[in-house]
């Protein structure tokens, strides 16, 4: 004989074994969904896959959020005479990058990016230039088409591995060999050159630099910050000025970045501490913000339109952010979203102000700050280490 405070079994058949409230006599948890069909009147639920914990991935992101935007800052002069010496590693320990981040030339620095990137607002990189390129600005783009030509004259030896062709090795020596000459050729455009005088011996492990690492056969944000400082030691010497910045991000860094790239394929350099999907790319950051500044008030391309392929296609040769994306695209396999998830995140932000703003932050967090990186940033006298 049944309770007669309970249903009659058949009154819940679906619902046998689930509890039921004492109160009205539903059940208390809800049944299995049944299986989505074809036949279902609305599409299945958008699948997008969980990304698992990366050990690169950023944990101070509210902190970066939250930090002032970097602003455009004047180089400082060096007034001769000038007493050059060879650059030496200075940063061991979190506690140098706080010191210098509050030195002088720790802020001008990041002002220089800065400026550089508030130059090409708008700029698409065949736009004429505002103003004819300096004979500087010559210079270093006959400096980088002669780097270009050593790689045409350095092919890639056989071997297995899947990084590091050790050809690469024999195109760093041929840079060695040339770097006083090339350093030469921009420091002669100078209005009293003898004031330059011995200027290689703190130019050259800057620009060796820039190009990766030739016992490692690596390359990565690291070396591409060491490029910046030897653009901005040039800015201090007084060889580049506030009137070429759109030449050298639209020209200069642009045929740098071509440089990079055609190594980076030809040599397979290994990107060097790179953070793997939670990078904006394995091995730039730099374009990333200048690009951000080119699309600045564009008409019609947002951040979402890098996923756009006709976009991408058509557009890649004017501005560098599309340009990185497509070359990101190109090596990497599989969903966007799950290897490039900080590029995908970020194609969500309503406009590329924002975007070249946070990237700048970011920039100042995620390279200029870690140790493992400014490890290798080189101090003389034209960028100075002050205890």
């Known amino acids: ?26 059940p208390t948890t809800a049944p299995t969904p049944a299986p989505w069909s074809g036949a279902s009147d609305s599409p299945p639920p958008a699948y997008r896959p969980i990304r698992l914990p990366a050990i690169n991935a950023p944990t101070n992101t509210a902190a970066i959020v939250l930090s002032p935007v970097p602003q455009p800052l004047p180089v400082p002069p060096a007034a001769p ?16 990058i706080v010191r ?46 002669a780097l270009g030509a050593l790689v045409e004259s350095t092919p890639p030896l056989p071997h297995t591995s899947r990084y590091g062709n050790p050809a690469f090795r024999l195109w760093h020596e041929k840079l060695a060999d040339s770097a006083g000459g090339l350093i030469a050729r921009i420091t002669s455009t100078a209005a009293s050159p003898a004031d330059l005088a011995g200027a290689d011996v703190e130019l050259a492990p800057y620009l060796l630099d820039s190009f990766g690492n030739a016992t490692r056969i690596d390359y990565g944000t690291g070396h591409e910050t060491n490029f910046a400082a030897f653009l901005y030691c040039l800015a201090r010497l007084g060889l580049i000025t506030e009137s070429d910045y759109p030449a050298i991000v639209l020209r200069v860094f642009a045929s ?18 790179s953070h793997g999907v939670w990078g904006l790319d394995d091995f730039h950051f730099l374009p990333f913000i200048f690009g951000a500044a080119q699309l600045i008030d564009h008409k019609y391309m ?27 695209k190109k090596i990497k396999k599989g969903p966007f979203a799950e290897h490039s998830p900080m590029l995908d995140d970020i194609s969500g932000v309503p ?9 700048l932050k970011m920039y100042k967090a995620e390279v200029l700050e870690k140790v493992p990186i400014m490890q290798h940033f080189l101090f003389g006298s034209l960028i100075k280490w002050e205890d």
Request: hydrophobic letters at 35%; proline letters at 11%; glycine letters at 6%.
């Open 256 to 273: 740098y970045l071509n440089l990079m790239r055609t190594l980076q394929d030809t040599y397979q350099l290994e990107p060097a501490g």
């Open 1 to 26: 004989m049944s309770n007669p405070g309970s249903p009659p079994a058949s009154a819940h058949p679906d619902h046998e074994h689930t509890p039921l409230c004492g109160s009205c006599g539903a």
């Open 302 to 328: 947002k951040p979402k339109s890098i996923h756009n392929p006709d976009i991408l296609e058509n557009f890649s040769s004017e501005y560098m952010y599309l340009a990185c994306v497509s070359y990101v």
């Open 351 to 359: 406009n590329w102000k924002k975007v070249n703003s946070g990237l």
């Open 81 to 96: 005479p000038h007493a050059f010496q060879a650059p030496a590693k200075r940063i061991a320990s979190p506690d140098d």
């Open 100 to 145: 210098f981040h509050a030195s002088l030339h720790g802020r001008h620095f990041l002002g220089f990016v800065a400026a550089l990137s508030a130059s090409v607002h708008g700029r698409k990189l065949s736009d004429p230039l505002p103003s004819p390129p300096s004979p500087a600005v010559s210079a270093l783009l006959d400096l980088i088409s």
